[in-house]
């Protein structure tokens, strides 16, 4: 069985630094791409940041600068570093993987969300 197990949300002060991890388990043909999204109370879920490959990223505008998405491919895992955190940052973050589970098998997974506060 396929999963996604985030890890790393926690609270932290406005101005602050944490880091999100997400690693597939389960047997897997590849990892196409993976990314993090995120939704606050009362908004829609947003894309902060994807990866593709091991190098080629996509980073929301309201986070450039601050968030780094980067994968580790030997570990299945994909990570977000999180600086210079504001109050507006706070949400639940989830994980999201588009994966082959086998050569034409494609499966898109999302991980159980991660709480992020950051305090003023």
């Known amino acids: 069985q396929v999963q996604l197990v985030e890890s790393g949300g926690g609270l932290v002060q406005a101005g602050g630094s944490l880091r999100l991890s997400c690693a597939v388990s389960?047997?897997?043909?590849?990892?196409?791409?993976m990314g993090w999204y995120r939704q606050a109370p009362g908004k829609q879920r947003e894309l902060v940041a994807s990866?593709?490959?091991?190098?080629?990223?996509v980073v929301a505008d309201s986070v450039k600068g601050r968030f780094t998405i980067s994968r580790d491919s030997a570990k299945n895992t994909v990570y977000l570093q999180m600086n210079s955190l504001r109050p507006e940052d706070t949400a639940v973050y989830y994980c999201?993987?588009?994966?082959?589970?086998?050569?034409?098998?494609?499966?898109?997974?999302w991980g159980q969300g991660t709480q992020v506060t950051v305090s003023s």
């Open positions: 389960g047997s897997i043909f590849s990892i196409n791409a």
């Open positions: 990866i593709l490959g091991s190098s080629s990223t």
């Open positions: 999201n993987a588009d994966l082959l589970l086998g050569p034409t098998r494609p499966y898109n997974y």
